[in-house]
């Protein structure tokens, strides 16, 4: 029997309920700037104050607090240097599972830091992501339970608790605008909101380097594209040549997948602090970043994800300052 790879909001129903003692039911502000400068209403969902900084605590807490018994006496593994890594260690300690996050030697040392401040065991695993990954593999083999970012039904479903949320706080909501990378945000956003609103649009954001669905969809299957440095720095990296749920669910459920370039980004973080009071990163900028370019065609009212906000202090600064910040050069 093949498994149906589309997340049911039944399955995101539940896992609400699982998670609901652990999450922030996070608040939704009004953008004056922004309502006037469409002409609909637009309202913020301010997600980047979710524990951890991101979304991801939710996907992450889903998948822990679903473990059997011996699963969690085991532990959980990740492979992650960014939201992900801190979301599930974040989530493993708040449930009092052990946490091994994998990641290179060549990661910085602020980001292991950060990782282990959120209460996780750091495994160095290698040179690569690749050799990371086989240390992970290791450990599974050993009996812990290895937490994939998005491509696992557990945490599209935890992902898709936002979207029941956003429903409540905006009733009137009429198109629900998504940053986009291996597309377990979205997936569990668009089949809560279009489960319980017919007619809802859902957009995906991503930015023009390196985005991995917006290339899968328009070749009709996963494709691998090139990574490359981007102030959206969540938003980077591949959906998975053996895509299991993402693909599929995005195919059928995002009415519209939007690219945008690094000035487009930036200009997004800089109006999220100076207009809205906001410190968000760039991968969560981008749903205000397509609005002001003009990339989002408006009918009704509308929210924007603001989906994390763990962004380097001081590269934020530089931004907000205005300064043109192009973080190739800087990665070359
Ligand atoms: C992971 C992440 C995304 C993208 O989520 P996917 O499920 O991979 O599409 C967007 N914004 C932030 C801040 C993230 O950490």
């Given at each position: 029997?093949?498994?149906?790879?589309?997340?049911?909001?039944?399955?995101?129903?539940?896992?609400?309920?699982?998670?609901?003692?652990?999450i922030r039911h996070t608040p939704v502000e009004p953008s004056a700037s922004l309502s006037?400068?469409?002409?609909v209403p637009v309202t913020l969902k301010l997600e980047h104050h979710q524990?951890?900084?991101?979304f991801?605590?939710?996907?992450?807490?889903?998948?822990?607090?679903?473990?059997?018994?011996?699963?969690?006496?085991?532990?959980?593994?990740?492979?992650?240097?960014?939201?992900?890594?801190?979301?599930?260690?974040?989530?493993?300690?708040?449930?009092?599972?052990?946490?091994?996050?994998?990641?290179?030697?060549?990661?910085?040392?602020?980001?292991?830091?950060?990782?282990?401040?959120?209460?996780?065991?750091?495994?160095?695993?290698?040179?690569?992501?690749?050799?990371?990954?086989?240390?992970?593999?290791?450990?599974?083999?050993?009996?812990?339970?290895?937490?994939?970012?998005?491509?696992?039904?557990?945490?599209?479903?935890?992902?898709?608790t936002l979207g029941l949320e956003m429903l409540e706080d905006m009733p009137a909501v009429d198109t629900v605008v998504v940053?986009?990378?291996?597309?377990?945000?979205?997936?569990?956003v668009?089949?809560?909101l279009?489960?319980?609103?017919?007619?809802?649009?859902?957009?995906?954001?991503?930015?023009?380097?390196?985005?991995?669905?917006?290339?899968?969809?328009?070749?009709?299957?996963?494709?691998?594209?090139?990574?490359?440095?981007?102030?959206?720095?969540?938003?980077?990296?591949?959906?998975?040549?053996?895509?299991?749920?993402?693909?599929?669910?995005?195919?059928?459920?995002?009415?519209?997948?939007?690219?945008?370039?690094?000035?487009?980004?930036?200009?997004?973080?800089?109006?999220c602090?100076?207009?809205e009071r906001q410190?968000v990163?760039?991968?969560g900028?981008?749903g205000v970043?397509?609005?002001?370019?003009?990339?989002?065609?408006?009918?009704?009212p509308t929210m924007l994800l603001l989906s994390?906000?763990?962004?380097?202090?001081?590269?934020?600064?530089?931004?907000?300052?205005?300064?043109?910040?192009?973080?190739?050069?800087?990665?070359?």
């Amino acid at each position: 029997m093949s498994e149906d790879p589309f997340v049911s909001v039944d399955e995101i129903v539940a896992a609400r309920r699982t998670i609901a003692g652990a999450i922030r039911h996070t608040p939704v502000e009004p953008s004056a700037s922004l309502s006037g400068r469409t002409g609909v209403p637009v309202t913020l969902k301010l997600e980047h104050h979710q524990h951890s900084g991101s979304f991801k605590f939710r996907g992450a807490t889903n998948a822990v607090l679903s473990l059997t018994p011996a699963e969690r006496a085991a532990g959980v593994v990740g492979v992650s240097t960014g939201n992900h890594g801190r979301g599930l260690a974040r989530a493993a300690a708040a449930a009092g599972v052990r946490c091994v996050i994998a990641m290179s030697e060549l990661v910085p040392a602020n980001k292991v830091a950060a990782i282990r401040g959120e209460g996780a065991d750091v495994l160095i695993g290698g040179r690569s992501q690749d050799e990371a990954q086989q240390a992970v593999d290791r450990l599974v083999a050993e009996g812990m339970t290895m937490i994939p970012p998005f491509d696992d039904r557990r945490v599209i479903a935890g992902q898709g608790t936002l979207g029941l949320e956003m429903l409540e706080d905006m009733p009137a909501v009429d198109t629900v605008v998504v940053p986009l990378s291996g597309g377990g945000l979205i997936s569990g956003v668009a089949a809560a909101l279009k489960a319980r609103k017919s007619g809802i649009r859902v957009v995906g954001v991503s930015m023009e380097r390196g985005a991995a669905m917006h290339a899968s969809l328009a070749a009709g299957r996963p494709v691998e594209v090139r990574e490359l440095p981007t102030l959206a720095d969540s938003l980077g990296g591949g959906i998975g040549l053996g895509n299991r749920h993402t693909f599929v669910m995005v195919r059928a459920l995002v009415d519209d997948v939007v690219l945008l370039t690094e000035a487009e980004i930036a200009l997004g973080i800089h109006h999220c602090y100076w207009q809205e009071r906001q410190i968000v990163e760039g991968s969560g900028a981008v749903g205000v970043a397509a609005l002001l370019a003009g990339k989002i065609a408006l009918e009704g009212p509308t929210m924007l994800l603001l989906s994390g906000g763990n962004i380097d202090m001081a590269l934020h600064h530089r931004v907000v300052s205005g300064e043109t910040v192009d973080v190739a050069d800087e990665a070359a």
